[in-house]
C-alpha cells in the first residue's frame, strides 16, 4: 500500500489540529482520500444506491457526441479531484491529445492513468498533486482549448461557501477562453439520500470509518474503529447531506502533543454535500463569473450536469 508523504502527514496533523480545537469537530473531506479511501470511494461508486456515479455516467454518454462537435480537434482536459477513470473516458476520443488529471491522491491517479493509456495509447497523461481548493498553476505549453471536469458531486463537498472559492479558483486555473463541465447533485427526496448514503454493504461507512484507521497510522492516535459509528442525515435546513463519525464512549487522543477529547455521543463532522437546484447552481455559477451554456438532467431528474464557460 503506498504511503503518504510527510508533508501530507504534517498538513493532516495541522488542519486536524485547528478543526478539533472548535466546538463542532470537523474533519476535512479531502482526508478521506489516502490510497485505502480512494479505494473504498470507488467502490462506493459501485454501489447501486450511490446515484451519483449511474446519474453521470448516463448524461455524459448522453452528451459526449454533443461535446466532441463542441470543442473540435484541439483540447485539453483538466481533471479536478479525478480519481477513478470511469467518467473520463466516456468523454475521451482519439482527438483528445492531452488529459491532467488533478488529485491529492496522487498514488491512486497514477495507478487510474495507466489503466487509461492501455485506453488511449497515444494521449499524453500528467498526473498531478495539488490541492483543488487552491489556484493551480498549469503548464503554459497546454494545447488548444482547456476545458475543466469536475464530477461526483464534489463542488457540494464545500462547508462555508468554500464552492465560491473553487469556482472562482478554477476559472483562474483553466484560464480565459475556457470552460468547466461539473456533476451538480439536485434536491430530491430524501429516502433517495438515505439510501445512497447508508448503503447495505456498508462501503459508506468503510470510507468515512478509514478515517480512524488513517489517525492511527499517520498520527499515532491510538483508537479502535469499533468505538466509532458512522452517521449520515439530510438536514432539511442546510440542503445537505451530513456525515459524521460519532464517538461510542469518552476517548482521548494527543496530535503535535495537543490534548482532544471525544465525549460519549460526540458527533465528528466528516462531510458535508450540499444539494442544489437548477437555479441555484446557475447562480452560483454566475456569481463567480462562469456563465451557463447548458445543463443536463438524468432521466430520473436525481443529477445535472452543467457547461460553463469562462
Ligand atoms: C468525490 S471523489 C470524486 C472522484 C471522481 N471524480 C468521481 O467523479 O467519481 C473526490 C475526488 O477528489 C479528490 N479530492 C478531494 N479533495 C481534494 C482536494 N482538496 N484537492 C484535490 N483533490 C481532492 C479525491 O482524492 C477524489 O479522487
Redo the contacts with the bound molecule.
Sequence with gaps: MPKTSISEIKTFARELTINFSKKKKII???F??DFL??IY??KI?KTKEYY??NS?IEILRKISKQINQLFGNKLTYV??????I??IKILLSSKVKFYIP????LD??KKESKKLLKIFPKLKISPT?????NYVKLSNKIPGIKVG??????IG?FYNNGEINFLKNAKKTLGKNSYLII?VDLKKDKSIFKKAYNDPSNSAAKFNLNLITRMNTELNTNLAIKDFEYVSNYNNRKGAVESFIQSKKKQTIFINKKKFIFQKGEYIQTEISNKFTIKSFSNLANNTGWKVIKSWKDKRKYYSIFLLQS
Design positions: 476535512p473531506s479531502k478521506h482520500y479511501g480512494s470511494f470507488d461508486t451519483v456515479t453521470e481533471e479536478f479531484g479525478s480519481g477513478a470511469d467518467k488533478l488529485d491529492i491522491s491512486f491517479i498533486y495539488c490541492d483543488y481548493t471536469f469536475f464530477l461526483g458531486s464534489s463537498n456533476g
